[in-house]
């Protein structure tokens, strides 16, 4: 179980208790922040995140093969397919509990 995170902050209940996740959406939010984070820039585990911007990458080959390296903590998460259509990309993935899309 972990903690929601949107927007880059966490998400609180209506009681002020921090909403928790679990499931595939747990799996989803791992996927995400690897994408979006710089690695080396988290300093509680620098290995989290991408060498690369993956919204920058073209080539859907090395876009596919960036995010996989983003997800080097978390390899029971497997890339299904990427598809860019202009500045988002939407990533299918597969987790221990089915498949899944994000979009970043």
Request: glycine share 6%; charged share 30%.
């Amino acid at each position: 179980m972990d903690i929601k995170v949107e927007n880059k902050d966490t998400v609180t209940q209506s009681s002020g208790y921090l909403k928790r996740i679990e499931g595939i959406d747990e799996y989803l939010q791992r996927a995400y922040i690897s994408f979006i984070a710089v690695k080396e820039g988290f300093c509680y585990q620098r290995s989290l995140g991408s060498l690369k911007n993956l919204k920058e990458i073209d080539n859907i080959d090395t876009l596919i093969k960036e995010a996989q390296s983003a997800l080097c903590d978390t390899p029971e998460i497997e890339i299904i397919k990427a598809v860019k259509e202009g500045e988002t990309v939407t990533f299918t993935l597969k987790t221990p509990l089915g498949t899944g899309e994000i979009k970043i």
